[in-house]
């Protein structure tokens, strides 16, 4: 008999898909990506196509397959983490998107939310119940919009149509159309989901008028989803046995399983998380009350703290400013100069999320001079990622009245040198480098393992996460204080640009 060694993960993210394969020591021992396109049909508009989103996938697990030339025998379960929030509605009769996925960043439902928030108790009640603030980041949002412009429009029968984020609709696709599910976590980014209740809030979808048959069941993080049945796979029936939006799957994979323990991913966005344990903490300083994972019906919560733009402004430099051909040149470029030159950048492409949460913000930049080089400036979006990190940092101390000395840091640019010891000395905090970067589609791993078995607790893996470098901060509390001062001038600056 086959002997069933590895864990299939899928990481599915905005900027394409990773799929691995995880062995028992939670060692990634092969890996394929595939790049997904996103398509910007008008200025703050964002979208990708559902299904060249799964074909990355079924590419994915052919690529891991071939690589590591195994068969699906060897494979004991499947995990499966997100980008969270981005929209999916299809007919289930034909298995066909009505629209293209709205991504999450999207903010073409600015005037929805501006028309729900005329109302006050509006937005106490949704933060209330689904511990979220009002944006166009979230799911409802764009359930509506779909509604009002495609199936109205297009008279079609909802009894027809099914919701789901991206786990849905990929679980959806990979089960032959034999399971429309979800985990707790991934419906806790619709602002459709009771945080308190664990289930579908009727008080949120008459809010936002979705109809409670397009919705998928919730399950727990470690639950049985379905079994996935592909041609690539062989004869193997393969079980989904874990399932987490990706900060959700970063935190969990980063080993936070302690009440106060922190993460920061650095991805097209940055994402910071903070385990709050069995209850969830009410924010008052623009964070997210969310839950971390549900195991076997056991919930954990955590505050969460979301950048929008950190690895997009560094893709800006290199794609719109031609500052640089690949995106981690920028180290080499920033290292030029000692410092800013006093240049500050603002990079609120889409608005600026926690703790500010203004979807009117647009990118600014301050400071420049005749003396202002490309060096500075390069420097200056480098540096506005620690910055954004750091107020989220700081509104997570204060609601949770909890001093946070360490943070897990993870994703892309976290192999910045310069980044993370820059967020450590602005900071004033020890940054610790997980020595797997790829910490998302290590927890949608752990998760599934955790499922089907492969690790049998939280200390058996809390036993696998290791630390690859820290970094300690070494700056003097006067510059330090100087340079948070000129960021928070330039933030408040550009907050005031309508």
């Known amino acids: 008999m086959t002997k069933k060694e590895f864990i299939l993960s899928i990481d599915q993210g905005t900027s394409g898909t990773m799929v691995a394969l995880v062995n028992e020591f939670g060692e990634i021992v092969c890996s394929s990506y595939k790049a997904i396109s996103q398509f910007y049909p008008h200025p703050g508009w964002v979208e990708q196509d559902p299904l060249q989103i799964y074909q990355s996938v079924i590419d994915g697990i052919e690529g891991v397959i071939q690589k590591h030339k195994i068969n699906g025998?060897?494979?004991?379960?499947i995990g499966i983490t997100n980008q969270r929030e981005t929209t999916v509605i299809w007919n289930k009769n034909t298995g066909k998107p009505i629209h293209n996925a709205i991504v999450w960043e999207c903010r073409r439902t600015t005037e929805i939310c501006e028309s729900i928030s005329q109302n006050k108790n509006n937005i106490d009640q949704i933060n209330k119940i689904t511990g979220l603030s009002l944006d166009p980041y979230f799911s409802s949002s764009k359930i509506k919009w779909l509604f009002q412009n495609?199936?109205?429009?297009?008279?079609i029968e909802i009894s027809q149509l099914a919701f789901g984020t991206i786990d849905s609709w990929i679980i959806w696709k990979l089960t032959n159309g034999a399971c429309h599910v979800t985990d707790v976590t991934n419906a806790s980014r619709t602002m459709l989901f009771d945080i308190h209740k664990l289930e579908w809030s009727k008080e949120m979808l008459n809010l936002w008028n979705v109809p409670s048959e397009i919705l998928p069941e919730i399950k727990s993080s470690n639950d049985t989803f379905g079994i996935c049945e592909i041609p690539i796979l062989g004869k193997s029936s393969i079980p989904v046995t874990g399932v987490l939006g990706d900060q959700h799957a970063s935190i969990f994979g980063q080993a936070c399983f302690i009440k106060g323990q922190t993460k920061c991913t650095y991805g097209t966005g940055a994402f910071i998380l903070t385990n709050t344990g069995d209850s969830p903490v009410t924010s008052t300083n623009g964070l997210l009350s969310t839950i971390a994972w549900s195991i076997n019906k056991k919930t954990t919560y955590a505050l969460e703290g979301s950048v929008f733009s950190a690895g997009s402004a560094v893709q800006w430099l290199r794609d719109e400013m031609s500052f640089f051909d690949e995106a981690n040149e920028i180290e080499k470029l920033v290292s030029k100069e000692k410092d800013n030159g006093g240049v500050y950048i603002v990079p609120a492409f889409s608005g600026l999320g926690a703790p500010h949460w203004n979807s009117h913000a647009r990118g600014s930049i301050f400071g420049l001079t005749r003396g202002s080089n490309k060096s500075h400036i390069a420097r200056a979006v480098l540096e506005s990622i620690a910055f954004q990190c750091n107020d989220v940092f700081k509104s997570i101390?204060?609601?949770?009245?909890?001093?946070?000395?360490?943070?897990r840091v993870d994703g892309g640019a976290s192999k910045n040198n310069l980044l993370l010891k820059f967020q450590s000395d602005v900071s004033n905090r020890t940054i610790r480098r997980s020595k797997v970067i790829e910490t998302t589609v290590l927890g949608a791993a752990f998760m599934s393992g955790l499922g089907s078995g492969f690790w049998k607790s939280l200390e058996e893996i809390e036993t696998i996460w290791a630390s690859a470098e820290a970094f300690n901060?070494?700056?003097?509390?006067?510059?330090?204080h100087q340079i948070i001062e000129r960021w928070n001038k330039a933030v408040n600056q550009t907050k005031n640009w309508i």
């Open 150 to 155: 495609i199936v109205e429009k297009n008279n």
């Open 473 to 480: 901060p070494n700056m003097d509390d006067n510059s330090r």
């Open 73 to 77: 025998n060897q494979i004991l379960s």
């Open 397 to 407: 101390e204060m609601d949770s009245n909890q001093k946070i000395t360490e943070i």
